[in-house]
């Protein structure tokens, strides 16, 4: 009894910081993912999967900072997902533009 009483008593006094770990292993990750498909020209060559991965991005921050950390993962996840998939898109988008220019 006492041994399960100081096993609940460590689990909740570790459960604050899960916070700082969800942030850093899902959203931060994601972040960058984000900037990379701005950075590859996403905004104006994949603006559907870009803004959408952007809501997201935003998503996962408002539900860390509620505490609402399942969410914050989920939302992270779609981010990054759609993220990925807005550079891809970019990426062929610039490619088939050079490729039509040459001659």
């Known amino acids: 009894m006492f ?3 100081r096993l609940a008593v460590v689990v909740l006094a570790l459960a604050p910081a899960c916070a700082p ?3 850093s292993v899902h ?3 994601a ?3 984000v900037e990379e498909a701005e950075e590859a020209g996403a905004a104006e060559h994949a603006p559907y999967e870009y803004y959408f991965a952007r809501a997201h991005l935003e998503q996962a921050r408002v539900a860390a900072a ?3 950390y399942q969410d914050a993962i ?3 996840k779609i981010a990054a ?3 990925r998939a807005a550079q891809r898109r970019a990426r062929e988008s610039m490619r088939r533009a050079r490729n039509q220019e040459r001659p």
């Open 3 to 5: 041994r399960a009483l």
């Open 81 to 83: 997902e759609h993220g």
């Open 74 to 76: 989920r939302y992270a």
């Open 31 to 33: 972040s960058r993912v």
């Open 66 to 68: 509620e505490s609402a």
């Open 27 to 29: 959203v931060l990750p």
């Open 21 to 23: 770990t969800v942030y």
